[in-house]
């Protein structure tokens, strides 16, 4: 057993935390740039790393990870930066063949 493993694993630790806490810094900073009137508290870090800064909703939760009618599987998450998994996009086609679904369980987001 080396004792460089538990190093590296530690230092991906701290990369991804810095990484993670530089981007919500860029978040927030792109937000307090605005003008209060304009603060949405939801766009894109550098134009590419979606971000969402605003309390979440049940509405917009259902609508990030169980939204089969999406067709992308990686989504903005629901609060914070960067993306989520949408499960409805995954999982529908095995949910649809479920005895007890009554066929697909394809259903718009809710607050559409």
Do not use: C
Request: no cysteine; hydrophobic share 40%.
């Amino acid at each position: 057993m080396s004792n460089s493993q538990p190093r590296r694993s530690t230092r991906s630790r701290w990369l991804g935390l810095g990484v993670g806490a530089t981007l919500i810094g860029a978040a927030v900073a792109t937000e307090l740039r605005k003008s209060a009137e304009e603060r949405t508290w939801h766009g894109r870090v550098a134009g590419r790393i979606p971000y969402d800064l605003r309390p979440p909703t049940v509405a917009r939760v259902r609508e990030r990870l169980w939204n089969p009618a999406e067709h992308r599987v990686l989504v903005p998450t629901v609060f914070g930066v960067g993306w989520t998994i949408n499960l409805g996009r995954v999982l529908d086609p095995w949910v649809a063949k479920l005895p007890l679904s009554g066929g697909s369980a394809r259903s718009a987001p809710a607050g559409s």
